[in-house]
């Protein structure tokens, strides 16, 4: 079975650019997550989907990010204005019915 | 709310020595407990998981680890260290009356095995 895949893995912007990251869920798995890991932390939970409901987006900056799940399969989430404070890891995660989450590689972004 | 507090930014092993990795939770609900392993520029990869039952739990690579309600921990340990467990070590706790809830992750402990 083929693993969360999330692409880029890397990426590089100036200050004030837009950025977009994408995430394939495990087929099957109606519940999906982002997380952010910031350096030396854990990940912290942005935004859940349930299906293409989003049903937890109470820590996701909604002034500049924005999160999407159509078809309720792939999800894209975007920074528009980025900030220097964005630089960190983005995590994709998805789950079945049961509490069991898989995690995607993430996505390092750093932004100059 | 939920919270875990993970006891040692760092620990240090030698090959063959004990592992004892610490991890104490906060719920004001049943939880599920959940230890993952991070390495370098990968993603998270789950070591095991405690939902209901019994409370010595066993995962994979030789880990284990015991949900402790009175000491509301659960630790994770493993007998015999190897210079692959080098990595980066989470502690996740979730509400374990609702399925799919968010994770809640402790800060991490970094272990280092040296030979």
């Known amino acids: 079975e083929a693993g969360v895949v999330q692409s880029p893995r890397y990426k590089i912007i100036e200050k004030k650019q837009p950025v977009a990251f994408w995430c394939n869920p495990i087929s099957g798995h109606n519940t999906l997550y982002w997380y952010l890991q910031n350096l030396g932390q854990g990940p912290e939970l942005l935004i859940r989907?349930?299906?293409?409901?989003?049903?937890?987006d109470s820590q996701l900056p909604k002034d500049r990010f924005s999160a999407e799940r159509l078809k309720g399969v792939d999800s894209t989430l975007k920074i528009q204005p980025a900030e220097l404070g964005d630089s960190a890891v983005y995590l994709c995660?998805?789950?079945?019915?049961?509490?069991?989450?898989?995690f995607g590689p993430g996505t390092r972004l750093t932004v100059l | 709310a939920q919270s875990v507090t993970q006891l040692g930014s760092h620990v240090s092993v030698s090959e063959g020595a004990l592992v004892l990795l610490r991890c104490n939770y906060s719920s004001s609900v049943p939880p599920y407990l959940f230890w993952y392993v991070q390495y370098p520029n990968q993603g998270l990869q789950l070591l095991l998981k405690?939902?209901?039952?019994?409370?010595l739990v066993k995962g994979i690579n030789g880990f284990e680890a015991e949900f402790k309600k009175s000491e509301t921990s659960f630790h994770l340990t493993k007998p015999s260290a190897h210079m692959s467990d080098a990595a980066e070590y989470f502690c996740?706790?979730?509400?374990?009356?609702?399925?799919?809830?968010?994770?809640?992750f402790g800060k991490g402990t970094t272990l280092s095995v040296s030979s």
């Open positions: 405690y939902t209901t039952g019994a409370t």
């Open positions: 989907y349930e299906n293409e409901e989003a049903v937890d």
């Open positions: 996740a706790v979730s509400d374990g009356t609702q399925a799919g809830t968010a994770l809640i």
């Open positions: 995660a998805s789950s079945r019915t049961d509490n069991e989450q898989f």
